[in-house]
């Protein structure tokens, strides 16, 4: 199979697809691997490492687009690159639909074959190709809190760890899925008191068990998200209904009566956003005010640690390209149903429920397409 690896054109997005190892990998297998000059640079790799790997060098993303049977992306393609997706082409990426109504129509559209990176299931029902940067999201999360809890930068000059004599500052996590139990041991390693929120009761019970007095652990209403949004300094957003919208837990009333000063750090802002007050914004221009309270909703957070992100990736992403390569998309999905459960868009079709609801648009069942 031909294989394309275009560089990341969203703002301030270092991270590239395949990592020369990965491309070494596939080229062994007898697969031809093109990636655009430059496109892992930023982080370290270079042109000449993608060459030793055996892969061959593209002047442009066009000739990227044009040559590979399969592109193998991070994030979403921007529009620019949507335009030259072509009907049959595999394209096998983060790409969040359910909260993008414009690039799913794009897709519909191109006749291409969306594998989704974060709705790859495992029988077990976790995320493994979402976990790795879920777990950088969630560390980071933490940091950029603490970060703009500082006065210069926009928050109410508060050291999140505290000193002796001072008390420390409160983080609130909403949801304790992979984002959340990350960004718990941050703010526990941090000293800052700590409250998570979770409808999952068996979950609660084992960070209690890990953490024992250091964290308290709640219920998850709106009275409770209520209680703990208002006294806490830093509200980091930690849901997820996996290819699904997040749903809007902390109300604009909410967030109109929390401290003047205090951080809201929104992770599910891929999927929409868990904060009623929630819009997406980038690396460059990061943050914006609602009522006193500053929101940093960044849609690609582990862009800003690019280098960690991209070798975290790939360590989840290869073995499923790698099956796809081998076995061509039709026969990699059919006999593989936690891959099987990535097909968000194919041939024209939306195959995944929850994107479908999101935009109100028809569902054909993945198993129905490949039938």
Known sequence: MRIGVPREIKDQEYRVGLTPASVRELVSRGHKVTVQAGAGAAIGLSDHSYKSAGAQLAADAREVYGSADMIVKVKEPQ??????????????????????????????????????????????GSLPLLAPMSEVAGRMSVQVAAAYLEKPRGGMGL???GVPGVSPGHVAVIGAGVVGINAIQMAVGMGARVTVLDRDVDRLRRLGLVYGNRVVTLHSTADSIERAVLTADAVIGAVLVP?????????????????????????????????????????????????????????????????????????????????????????????????????????????????????????????????
């Open 243 to 371: 290819g699904a919208e997040a749903p809007r837990l902390v109300t604009r009333s909410m967030v109109s009566r929390m401290k003047a000063g205090s951080v809201v750090v929104d992770v599910a802002i891929d999927q929409g956003g868990c904060f009623e007050t929630s819009r997406p914004t980038s690396h460059s221009d990061p943050t914006y005010l609602v009522d006193g309270v500053l929101h940093y909703c960044v849609t690609n957070m582990p862009a800003a640690v690019a280098r960690t992100s991209t070798f975290a990736l790939n360590n989840a992403t290869l073995g499923y390209a790698m099956s796809i390569a081998d076995k061509g998309w039709s026969r990699a999905l059919k006999e593989d149903r936690c891959l099987l459960a990535g097909l968000n868009v194919c041939c024209g079709r939306v195959t995944y429920a929850a994107v479908a609801h999101a935009h109100g648009c028809a569902y054909v069942p993945a198993e129905q397409v490949l039938a």
């Open 79 to 124: 529009p620019a690159e949507r335009a030259w997706l072509r009907p049959g082409q595999i394209l096998y990426a983060y790409l969040h639909l359910a909260a993008d109504r414009e690039q799913m129509a794009d897709l519909v559209k191109s006749g291409a074959i969306c594998i989704a990176y974060e709705t790859v299931t495992a029988p077990d």
């Open 159 to 161: 050291l999140l760890g």
